[in-house]
């Protein structure tokens, strides 16, 4: 089997969209003239609960991304639900050799979760504030297990927006 017939198969099964987000913590804490942590955001597809009690969710993220080496280093992150309004974050946050996560957010409504700092996306379906209880190698990608500390629902606007044969959908 090929690459290419394996992301052909795989491109058949729906998916929810997310925005996952940490804020890197400053070079030197301990400095106040080095420069203060800066908000990462990844778009993800490859989500899912796992358990209940405890309440935990996975992620997967390619191995030696930012956000990688990032939940490698700290551990509290957050993810958004996207709704079908929200396209254009996930088209965004999903783009290749970006310069800087810092401009990426600069035009979305976001709050800081009180719980990881994360940025947290206005408007969306669900908001989750996750501690990272695990980390499993998997192939190319590093599966991330974490603890949900907090869920809210910011909107109940919409339907979610998910992907599938290589695109982003509606539902309906």
Not at 40 to 46: D, E, I, N, Q
Not at 111 to 120: F, Q, S
Request: aromatic content about 6%.
């Amino acid at each position: 089997m090929s690459n290419d017939e394996f992301r052909a198969a795989m491109s058949r099964l729906a998916a929810g969209v997310v925005l996952v987000t940490a804020l890197e913590p400053p070079l030197d804490p301990d400095d106040p003239h080095a420069p203060a942590g800066e908000d990462v955001g990844m778009t993800a597809t490859a989500f899912m609960s796992v358990s209940l009690d405890p309440p935990l969710v996975l992620v997967s993220l390619r191995e030696g991304s930012r956000m990688d080496d990032l939940l490698a280093e700290q551990p509290l992150w957050a993810v958004s639900v996207l709704t079908e309004s929200q396209r254009h974050i996930a088209g965004r946050f999903a783009m290749k050799g970006r310069v800087s996560d810092r401009l990426l957010f600069a035009d979305i409504p976001y709050v800081r979760g009180l719980e990881t700092g994360a940025p947290l996306v206005g408007g969306a379906l669900a908001t989750l504030e996750c501690r990272t209880e695990q980390r499993v190698t998997a192939g190319d990608h590093t599966l991330v297990i974490g603890r949900v500390l907090s869920a809210s629902l910011p909107s109940s606007d919409g339907g979610p927006l998910t992907y599938f044969r290589g695109r982003y959908r509606q539902l309906g």
